[in-house]
């Protein structure tokens, strides 16, 4: 129904200033080559890139006088077609910017946006795109019409130039409405789903992080998948929810999801709420960070915060220190990280995954316990239950009809079996706490 901008023309220009008035306590050491790597997944080419410092922004149009200028030179010589900022400007210093430079200006929102739109590739996902999307367009329509009325001389256009608007405007929040009740249904459907997990017990966890912290990478080693995994921002969308393949970890599922990054629009994460909302049932977060970044500690704040904002930073987490194996991964894994909620490993090189599958049970089932139980003929519901929660390993019957099972449980698990009379281990003897 609207053409939406999703593709951004060839020829770029970057600009990022160093606001020192903005700036806040931690910075990236390499911001501008995540912006730059931003603009690359957006598919444009970089003609030129200009930096610079300034105590504030300036009101009106972001930059100071001599900025602008400079950009304006820039763009006589290369020709490019567009200015893409590192920052987030208002409708306002975008207009003022075009109406300088004379070619589209996108800021850091509009270029996350534009790449979310090139990568969705699920009917939720779409959708949250869209939405983000005609949230952000329907401030900028305005400006878009302003601009027309301007070009044009403005008087007598002014009539058919505000009828216009009125549709647009119309039409998008007709749009928003509908996009909303969809989503709120693919929602619930997903809400039904993990009330059917809660019932069979089965523990979720999702994997947190950093956009490009290998999150997927490892999600495929633990479920066995192969979901798409790759060196580019925002590689991952959609959230996928699937079974573990490790018999010793039977009952827990876990579960892939964007990537973040700092400065996320508003937009996307009101938009993609739904999506995020399903972390708030996990029972343990993997926070997947990138060992080998030099800006590892900057991210694993930025994710924190985001946590927090989705209200889901009380949920247990263990720090996942993926692509050790950049790192000379020897060095690093040892019993006292493990401790401290840190576990070293590197998803691509397969390193480190049993300690992490260990202190997964451990944070989960306070351990698990392996070994043979024996059941009293009479708690054939006992025994189905346990097949139902894919406990079983092996099964021996005697004559009797006393029924010894080789079972695979989490500790808390155990615990209330004990409780049911004729329900025994074969050893007493065994220590099956951790
Ligand atoms: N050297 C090394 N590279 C890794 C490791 N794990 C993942 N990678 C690479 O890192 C890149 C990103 O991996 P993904 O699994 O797509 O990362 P992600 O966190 O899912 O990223 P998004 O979905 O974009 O948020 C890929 O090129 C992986 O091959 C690792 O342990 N070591
Ligand atoms: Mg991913």
Redesign the pocket.
Known sequence: MFEIPVSTPQKAIIVQIEVTSLQKDQLAINAFAEFKELCKSSGVRILDEISGKQATPIASNFLKKGKIEEIKRSLEETCAEIVIFNHALSPSQERNLENAFKVRVVDRTGLILDIFASRASTHIGKLQVELAQLTHLSTRLIRAWTHLERQKGGIGLRGPGETQLETDKRLINNRIKTIKARLAKSHKQKRINQYSRTKSRNKLVALV???????????NRLTDNEQ?????????LDSVTRKNIDPELSSILFS?T??FISDLPTQLIESFKGTLDELKSADLLLH?V?I?DPDYRFKITQVNLLLEELEISNIPQIRIN?????KNYKNFQSKSDIALGEIW?????N?GLEELREAISNSLFEGIYKGWVTLDATLGNIRSKLYSMGCILEEKINNKGLMYLNINIGNDELHRFLNINGFNLIDDNIDFIK
């Open positions: 992080g950093y956009t490009n912290a290998g999150k997927t990478t490892l999600f798409y995994a790759a060196d580019k921002l925002f590689a991952t892939d964007v990537g997947v990138d080998s993926n692509k050790s194996d950049l490993i590197s998803a691509e090189k390193l």
